[in-house]
């Protein structure tokens, strides 16, 4: 770093409006920033139902062929942002699991002996993500997976939607965009009429759920279940300001 007398923080961004800024504001709040993001006063942005996203982001690739299925079924045509590769190598890993072969990733699935101790370990406490995979591949079958991988565009100029993981995000933007449930990793909802407490959630999740809320420019949804998740984190981080401060 060069010394310098003055120094100055860029906090307007000029791809969407004031709705959005705030929305990703309250999630920098829980990372520790005083300054407020500023949007684009001349852009009307939203934050609310979409019948049409242009893309929707997921926090896993698990959630993200979850919503590729959807899609495909309800007639749509999407693009994977970044590819397939890691996807299929998972569907990989799965066929290899079912013949007993053990496998060494991708992470997943490392260390399991069979597709039967992946399914047991699935159930278990903390086993979400894992969980996915198994009703994936337990539903459609590995060869119906790559299938549908295989036959997805190519460009996404002949895509109805785009797919796209939220660390795949970075540097994108687009119209319209929808979030899965599944960001903020770990974080359990919380139940209705439960006090608020400070839930174990890592920096890193923050970060990457302000870079997924950020990728729209005129409108992002949020579903319920992710919404309660950060108000949850906002109540929590109130009440201990209020404590300090008592």
């Known amino acids: 770093l060069l010394p310098a007398e003055i120094e100055t923080r860029l906090s ?6 004031p709705a959005i800024a705030e929305h990703a504001t309250s999630i920098l709040r829980l990372l520790g920033e005083t300054l407020p993001l500023t949007g684009n006063p001349a852009r009307q942005s939203v934050i609310g139902n979409i019948d049409k996203p242009t893309a929707i982001l997921s926090r896993t690739n698990s959630r993200l062929i979850e ?27 799965a066929e290899k699991l079912m013949a007993s072969q053990p496998v060494d990733s991708p992470l997943e699935f490392l260390g399991f002996a069979d597709w039967g101790e992946v399914q047991a370990a699935s159930q278990m406490e903390g086993g979400q993500e894992l969980g996915r995979w198994v009703r994936l591949i337990d539903s459609y079958g590995p060869a119906r997976l790559r299938s549908a991988l295989e036959g997805l565009p190519k460009q996404e100029a002949d895509a109805s939607i785009i797919l796209s993981t939220g660390h795949k995000s970075k540097g994108r933007e687009w119209p319209k965009v929808r979030l899965s449930d599944d960001f903020l990793l770990g974080m359990k909802t919380p139940k209705a009429g439960e006090p608020a407490t400070p839930p174990t959630v890592a920096a890193e999740e923050l970060r990457l759920l302000y870079v997924a809320a950020t990728r729209g420019q005129d409108q992002i949804e949020v579903p319920p279940t992710l919404a309660a998740k950060l108000e949850s984190l906002i109540e929590a981080a109130g009440d201990k300001a209020d404590r300090a401060a008592a």
């Open 12 to 17: 307007t961004s000029f791809r969407f409006g």
């Open 67 to 93: 919503e590729l299925f959807t899609t495909i079924e309800a007639g749509g045509r999407p693009f994977v942002v970044g590819g397939t590769s890691e996807i299929l190598s998972v569907i990989t890993a």
